[in-house]
C-alpha cells in the first residue's frame, strides 16, 4: 500500500473536488481505500482527505500498486476486467453486511452501474446481486451453526435488508428455511456424539 504522503495541498484538494481538467497534467491521485488512481477532473465519487495520495505521474501510482481508473484512464492507462472485479469482489465480500447497489459500486469503482452488471456477469458467471446474496448466504449459514442469534439477528448481521427476504432468499436458494436448517444441523450434531 501507499506509504504516508505530505499533506495535501490545498489548490489539489479544490481541484479534485471540482474535477477540474486543467489539473489533469499536473497530478493523479489515488484513493487508499480503493487502490484506484484518477485524474482530477474525474468524475468519480469524492473521496475523504486521508485517503487521498498524490502522485505526478502513473508509474509512481503503479509502483505504489495503484490500479488505473476504468472511468477517467489516467495517462491512457485501464485496469483489465479480471483485476477490476476481483477488487470489486474484494470490496464486496468485506462490506457484504452494509447495504450495496449497483449505483454504489458505480461510485466507488468509477464505473456505470450497466457497464459493472456486464463485466461482473461475463467474469463470475453471476450478477454483482447474485454474488452479494451468495455472500451474505455462507455468512448467514456460518452463523446458524455457531451461534444462537435469532434468525431476524443471523438476516441482519448477514446483511439482508429483512427477515422475511432472508427466509424467502434462504428457501429458495438453499430448500429449506434458516430455522429448519438450524434445527437440522443441531440434530446432527447430536446423533454424531452420541
Same mark, same amino acid.
Given at each position: 500500500m501507499a506509504k504516508e504522503h505530505a499533506v495535501i495541498p490545498e489548490?489539489?484538494?479544490?481541484?479534485?473536488?471540482?474535477?477540474?481538467?486543467?489539473y489533469d497534467d499536473i497530478f493523479l491521485y489515488g484513493v487508499k481505500t480503493t487502490g484506484i488512481f484518477c485524474r482530477p477532473?474525474?468524475?468519480s465519487r469524492i473521496p475523504n482527505i486521508e485517503n487521498v495520495t498524490i502522485f505526478h505521474h502513473a508509474a509512481q501510482a503503479l509502483a505504489e500498486n495503484f490500479?488505473?481508473?476504468?472511468?477517467?484512464k489516467p495517462e491512457g492507462l485501464s485496469l483489465p476486467a479480471e483485476e477490476?472485479?476481483?477488487?470489486? /469482489?474484494?470490496?464486496? @465480500?468485506?462490506?457484504?453486511?452494509?447495504p450495496i447497489t449497483l449505483h454504489l459500486l458505480g461510485d466507488i469503482f468509477h464505473g456505470s452501474p450497466f457497464h459493472i452488471q456486464r463485466i461482473f456477469k461475463r467474469v463470475t458467471g453471476k450478477s454483482p446481486t447474485e454474488y452479494i446474496q451468495d455472500i451474505r448466504l455462507e455468512k448467514a449459514i456460518h452463523m446458524l451453526e455457531t451461534t444462537e442469534q435469532s434468525i431476524?439477528?443471523?438476516?441482519?448481521?448477514?446483511?439482508?435488508?429483512?427477515?422475511?427476504?432472508?427466509?424467502?432468499?434462504?428457501?429458495?436458494?438453499?430448500?429449506?428455511?434458516?430455522?429448519?436448517?438450524?434445527? /437440522?444441523?443441531?440434530? @446432527?450434531?447430536?446423533n454424531e456424539k452420541d
Open positions: 489548490k489539489y484538494w479544490k481541484a479534485i473536488k471540482d474535477c477540474d481538467k486543467t477532473s474525474c468524475r490500479r488505473p481508473c476504468k472511468r477517467c477490476w472485479i476481483k477488487q470489486i /469482489k474484494e470490496w464486496i @465480500d468485506l462490506h457484504y453486511s452494509q431476524a439477528d443471523v438476516g441482519a448481521s448477514a446483511g439482508f435488508p429483512s427477515t422475511p427476504y432472508f427466509i424467502s432468499l434462504y428457501k429458495k436458494k438453499l430448500g429449506t428455511t434458516p430455522a429448519a436448517y438450524r434445527k /437440522k444441523t443441531r440434530e @446432527d450434531r447430536k
